[in-house]
């Protein structure tokens, strides 16, 4: 049979539903889902549903159980709609547990799309409690409103909302679950202002930052039989790599802000003030940071260069003048110095090499 399906360009054809994943595959796509961005995620119980497990999404260890299951065509007249069957033998479970910010329930569907990563959706558990067999539905079309969008909000019959996304949502999405499958959003949501995933990556920012101190302090001491030079490196790779790279690529428009070099393999995360004197706060504060390609870092990261409160820039005078041609420091610009970056190159300024 042929019922509306999402094609490997995105769009929506007619065509038989695509190979089901075995319930090992949908545990597996779960688990790794649920250790992007940083999250941490360990089953405690998969052996049968509701599978179970503890997320720690930056402030809390949540207590998760998951009921997932493969979107299959529905049994009826229109062609593009998708369902899930919520099995009899696992209703009486507590599918509508109260969610709190340190146990929740998630109803979950997944969808083979022939693209690099499977599409999931999420339904209400309050509207899916306690009666017999019971399919959750969705449209293919809204379904595929995840490969553009991130992350996509639809609404059911009871105008419960349904959330279909990529599966580097799915921290996210529980990290933010509230009851009546709501999301705590920093700004009220509606279709027609910001994106839904750029409300939701900027509610959980915060959590983010604290799950990335978290994990680069298990790298810290994973590592502190090394010397301080390669701890030094491998943390700054971690960071250069990270959220903090994301954050000023975001405010420099990926390009270097010494010279608009825009490869995103040679730019770095520069910390103005050290990584290792910096705290919890300063250690993600954009203020606290340049966009740099490779060899800005470097002169910068080792205090060759600096730049005055004006934006003005300042060069160690090891730098001999010939050095300073080849370098092309004549062509640096001034650059933009806010009122909250002033702290932060005072103290970078104070390590200019003399
Ligand atoms: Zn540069």
Known sequence: MSYNQISASGTIISASNPINFSSKEIKNLIFNSLNLNDYSFKWTQQRSQPY???????TNNIDLYIYAWNMTPAYRNNPSEKRIQIQATVNNVGIDRPITPTEKTIILGVYNAPIDYPLIATWDTTVNRGHGQKSCYV????VARA???GIYCTKDKNNAPIYTMKPSFLGDYISLLQASNKLNLAKPYTSTTTPLSKNVMASSLPNRKKRTIRKITDIQNSIISLTSTEKEIICKQ????GLFKELLMDKYSCKCALCNISIKQMLIGSHIKEWSNSNDDEKLDVNNGLLLCAHHDALFDKHLISFNDDGTLLISPIISPDDQISLNLSEIPTIT???????FLNHHRSKLKR
């Open 52 to 58: 179970q497990g503890i997320l720690f999404d930056g």
């Open 139 to 142: 449209q293919i079309e809204d």
């Open 147 to 149: 490969i553009t969008d």
């Open 238 to 241: 971690r960071i250069g790599q």
């Open 337 to 343: 110095v806010t009122n909250e970056m002033k702290p």
